[in-house]
């Protein structure tokens, strides 16, 4: 078959023992215009996959001659841009998050719903599409332009290329990290890369609905199944249909509401409040959560079966501490999502800022540059401005060499870098006063930076207001 013939029409290898199950799935198929293949165990499989090229296989768990997890891993190594589904016997949730841990693409449970089925093989199709289209891009450059997640750091990189390749998957994923270090992005940033990026994108907070509610705002309701239903109304899940719904402080789900959210998933249907029919969805699951997921099932606060259900893969955002290179690049990119048109960050307060510890992360450093906006002059943003409030990360300003000496113009001659007076055989002659006379340029320079404010000056200087006020009476350091 030539290329082309292969692109106007799609193949689909079917891996099934059971021949009357093979021959639906070839007429389901082929009905939907594609050319269909058909193995009865993994050696008939390899032979066709070693001869051409499919834009999916799908491949029953049980065989003859072995597993389909088997084939899942072959096809992942050998044939990393074909998408592979497995079929699961029924009841057997296990085996279908095994295999999506594995690797698979996604499942359909036995007996066979050919309108799931269908939706399966729409959706490895269209992923096969997204992947064609993004390939020169990817080529180019790991960073795509309208990424969603700002940082050249080595652990946004690794996020990224982990992003790229479960957006290639249909298996549910949890994003782990602390508060405010971007994991609502990371879900957009998978979605938009998916095949779904053309269907609905729905965030949603677990934390912030009421638990007499939450049934009806997952599933929805129909018109009079409680009062104040007046109509019928569509929930979370009808919302997202066709694309991802993402549950945030998925944690914070009461239990009565875990079990209903398992069987949602589970069974990939939902039934709305008052109605007597499940409903199918074709939904992807991700959620999230600031909390320790699998000490909350041992603590008994969280489902253990949901848990295995939603934690088939994990993506883990590192804080922003974790990555201080990167805040060049966020603090650009916040003042420009501010409206900040020519406002700059000076120097200094880019230095200040990488030496923060940001216990909010990311949202915290877009408060502190909101803030920031209000007192700036010059169209400059200045360390006085920031008006940081925590600890620094440099627990003193003696331990290193801080670039407030180049900042302010003084009488007296630079600083000498500790590193380079330690290398020197011209040591001073006592080292009390040397080290006095370095706190004391410090501490003045701050004074003059932030214009005598001592709790700024603080600050700027990693340490507290009353340390500051003793060394200063210490030394005898003049406004």
């Known amino acids: 078959?030539?290329?082309?013939?292969?692109?106007?029409?799609?193949?689909?290898?079917?891996?099934?023992?059971?021949?009357?199950?093979?021959?639906?799935?070839?007429?389901?198929?082929?009905?939907?215009?594609?050319?269909?293949?058909?193995?009865?165990?993994?050696?008939?499989?390899?032979s066709y996959l070693a001869q051409k090229t499919y834009s999916l296989v799908l491949t029953d768990m049980r065989l003859p001659d072995g597993?389909?997890?088997?084939?899942?891993?072959e096809v992942n190594a050998l044939y990393k841009t074909t998408p592979i589904a497995v079929i699961t016997a029924f009841g057997s949730a296990?085996?279908?998050?095994?295999?999506?841990k594995a690797g698979a693409f996604d499942y359909v449970s036995k007996p066979v719903a050919l309108d799931q089925l269908r939706k399966l093989v729409r959706s490895a199709l269209d992923m096969n599409e997204v992947a064609l289209k993004a390939q020169p891009m990817t080529e180019v450059t790991p960073i795509i332009p309208d990424s969603f997640l700002i940082g050249r750091s080595a652990g946004m990189q690794a996020v990224r290329e982990q992003i790229g390749r479960l957006a290639r998957s249909m298996a549910p994923v949890i994003i782990t990290g602390e508060s405010g270090s971007g994991k609502e992005l990371a879900a957009r940033e998978i979605h938009f890369r998916s095949a779904r990026a053309?269907?609905?994108?729905?965030?949603?907070?677990?934390?912030?609905?009421?638990?007499?509610?939450?049934?009806?705002?997952?599933?929805?309701?129909?018109?009079?199944?409680?009062?104040?239903?007046?109509?019928?109304?569509?929930?979370?899940?009808?919302?997202?249909?066709?694309?991802t719904l993402m549950l945030d402080e998925v944690a914070d789900l009461p239990l009565a509401m875990q079990v209903k959210l398992l069987r949602a998933i589970q069974e990939r249907s939902i039934r709305k409040v008052g109605a007597t029919i499940e409903e199918a969805v074709d939904v992807r699951i991700i959620s999230a959560t600031h909390q320790n997921l699998s000490k909350c099932v041992a603590e008994g606060r969280f489902r253990q079966d949901l848990y295995y259900r939603l934690n088939v893969i994990e993506l883990h955002l590192p804080p922003l501490r974790e990555r201080l290179e990167d805040i060049a690049?966020?603090?650009?990119?916040?003042?420009?999502?501010?409206?900040?048109?020519?406002?700059?960050?000076?120097?200094?307060?880019?230095?200040?800022?990488?030496?923060?510890?940001?216990?909010?992360?990311?949202?915290?450093?877009e408060n502190i540059l909101e803030r920031a906006l209000a007192f700036a002059n010059d169209s400059c943003i200045q360390v006085v401005d920031l008006a940081m409030r925590g600890t620094q990360k440099i627990a003193h300003p003696l331990l290193e060499v801080s670039p407030i000496a180049t900042l302010v113009p003084a009488e007296s001659a630079p600083l000498p870098p500790i590193a380079s007076l330690l290398s020197s055989t011209d040591l001073p002659c006592s080292l009390p006063a040397f080290l006095e006379s370095v706190e004391t340029e410090m501490i003045r320079r701050a004074l003059l930076q932030t214009n005598n404010n001592r709790t700024q000056a603080a600050e700027l200087l990693g340490i507290s207001f009353r340390q500051l006020r003793y060394q200063i009476q210490k030394l005898k350091i003049q406004d």
């Open 1 to 46: 078959m030539s290329a082309t013939s292969a692109t106007a029409c799609p193949r689909i290898l079917v891996v099934d023992d059971e021949a009357h199950l093979r021959e639906l799935l070839e007429i389901t198929l082929i009905k939907m215009g594609l050319d269909v293949d058909s193995a009865e165990n993994i050696s008939h499989a390899r």
């Open 67 to 73: 597993s389909g997890m088997e084939l899942v891993a």
């Open 94 to 100: 296990d085996n279908a998050v095994v295999a999506l």
């Open 198 to 243: 053309n269907k609905p994108f729905i965030a949603v907070n677990c934390g912030a609905i009421p638990e007499t509610l939450m049934e009806a705002e997952f599933f929805g309701y129909r018109k009079g199944a409680f009062t104040g239903a007046a109509d019928d109304r569509e929930g979370f899940f009808q919302a997202a249909n066709g694309g």
């Open 329 to 365: 690049d966020l603090s650009a990119a916040i003042l420009n999502k501010l409206g900040a048109d020519g406002i700059r960050i000076s120097d200094a307060a880019l230095y200040a800022l990488s030496g923060y510890d940001f216990p909010g992360n990311v949202r915290e450093l």
